[in-house]
């Protein structure tokens, strides 16, 4: 009896020290994932299993009993197929190898106690989340209900006299040790989970802290009265302000324009009672000194432990580069349009111009037609009394003329002179009166009495 309680005192220190290998050692290298660190795994724990198989706590001689079947159950819960898969191979080629009455209840041990772990993992991935006390228990009952049933490879005459003597062990302390064994390692693994996270938390929040802190980015907590809490180095460099002088100030009296300040005070009050739901908003703030500057802001409510707003976190970019471009372009879009008005203007009065173009050339045109017909016309009337002066004149040459005759000819041709100039002359009137050179002034006509 003392040598089983002193075997099972050690095969207790043991699983402690397994424990602390999965804290220190296994957590980091199922991160991994990697097959090497897997293989490593196993090895391990094969080494640790061989341990236990050499101290036992022994029953009877040929029949000894370790608790390899914890660590292997617990070992397919917690570390996965293969490193329980190369633990099973290395403690039941060992068992193989020491022999005795118990071999293959031994060795089938190894076999479904690692089983039972890896099929509990497969098959009930959320025992973490709840039960987790009767989750293990059950583990814990059902590989040593199969151990039990084990029992049956031993001898015959073994078989009654072996469960007798190890039923009640197994069901309260090996059961038990699987409950415990699989919650202190739940508890590491949730601890160490919780390190890692705390950890990339307090990494995040140094990262997010130098953001701020350094980058072109404007950050500000206000309390829930509107009041300045805290707010960066950039917001302050960009409004030229002291923290001083803003720390636990009246925000909106210090940075935001009167034309605005109550339009911006709605747009808070509202999203402290939940109204404004899309977090965005851009206004301009006044620098100490007196310029504008453009901010697209982004907001939202700060809890306290109660679940009640404490105030808000306002994160805002400098977008006065960018506003200050688009009134640029504005300005030159306006400017664009006014002398787009002046070229329609100028190009209308070309138009017009083009027009009167138009016309004065079709009426020179006609003009010149008319002068065509009119200047034939004169030929016309000019060419009648002059054909009959030549003819006359002609007429003249013949030297049998007799006195009378020649007189006769020197009439029709002091005639038709007269009828050619008085022609020549109203062609020539006619022409100043056209021109504006002569004035033309009505008479009474005279009638003959």
């Known amino acids: ?42 090895l391990i724990l094969g080494i640790i299993g061989i341990v236990l198989m ?24 917690f570390l996965g197929p293969i490193p329980v898969i190369i633990a099973m191979l290395i403690t039941g080629t060992m068992r193989v190898l020491i022999g005795g009455d118990g071999m293959w209840m031994g060795l089938s041990v190894i076999i479904t106690s690692g089983t039972i772990g890896l099929l509990w993992r497969i098959y009930r991935p959320g025992w973490r989340e709840k039960n987790i ?29 072996t469960v007798k003597n190890i039923a009640l062990p197994l069901i309260l302390i090996y059961t038990s040790g699987t409950m415990l064994l699989g919650y202190l390692l739940l508890r590491q693994s949730n601890n160490f989970e919780n390190k890692l996270a705390k950890e990339k938390l307090q990494e995040s929040e140094r990262r997010w802290g130098l953001i701020l802190k350094s980058g072109n980015i404007a950050y500000v907590i206000l309390d829930k009265y ?13 409004t030229k302000y002291s923290e001083e002088e803003v720390i636990n100030k009246y925000w909106f009296d210090i940075f935001l324009p009167l034309y605005i300040r109550d339009d911006i005070k709605s747009i ?41 707003i404490s105030g808000m976190a306002c994160i805002g970019v400098n977008i006065t580069d960018r506003i200050n471009y688009e009134l640029s372009l504005t300005a030159k879009n306006k400017e664009i349009e006014i002398h787009n008005k002046e070229y329609q203007q100028i190009n209308k009065k070309l138009n017009q111009s083009n027009i009167e173009l138009v016309k004065s050339k079709k009426k020179a045109e006609n003009s010149d037609k008319l002068k065509s017909a009119y200047l034939a016309n004169i030929g016309i009337e000019i060419g009648t009394p002059m ?27 002091e005639k038709n002179g007269k009828k050619m100039l008085n022609i020549i002359s109203d062609k020539v009137s006619n022409a100043k009166v056209g021109s504006g050179k002569m004035e033309v002034t009505p008479s009474e006509k005279k009638t003959d009495k």
């Not at 009767?134 to 006299?161: D, N, Q, T, Y």
């Not at 509107?226 to 960009?238: A, Q």
């Open 387 to 413: 054909n009959e002066l030549l003819g006359i004149a002609e007429l003249l040459k013949e030297p049998n003329l007799t006195g009378e005759q020649q007189q006769q000819y020197l009439n029709l041709i």
């Open 133 to 161: 006390y009767i989750e293990l228990f059950s583990l814990g009952l059902i590989v040593h209900f199969v151990m039990l049933v084990c029992a049956l490879l031993l001898p015959a005459s073994e078989i009654i006299k």
């Open 226 to 238: 509107g009041s300045i809490v805290f707010c960066n180095k950039y917001l302050l460099d960009i």
């Open 1 to 42: 009896m003392k040598e089983m309680i002193i075997g099972l005192v050690q095969n207790i220190a043991i699983l402690f020290a397994f424990a602390m290998l999965y804290e220190n050692f296994w957590l980091r290298i199922e991160i991994s994932k990697k097959p090497i660190n897997q293989i490593i795994t196993g």
């Open 54 to 77: 050499f101290t036992p706590w022994i029953l009877v001689p040929g029949i000894v009993f370790d608790t390899r079947s914890i660590i292997l159950s617990i070992s397919g819960l």
């Open 268 to 308: 808070f009050d509202d999203a402290l009672k939940g109204f404004q739901d899309n977090g965005q908003h851009e206004n301009e703030i006044i620098a100490k000194n007196g310029d504008i500057i453009f901010i697209s802001w982004h907001f939202t409510l700060l809890m306290d432990e109660k679940n009640e």
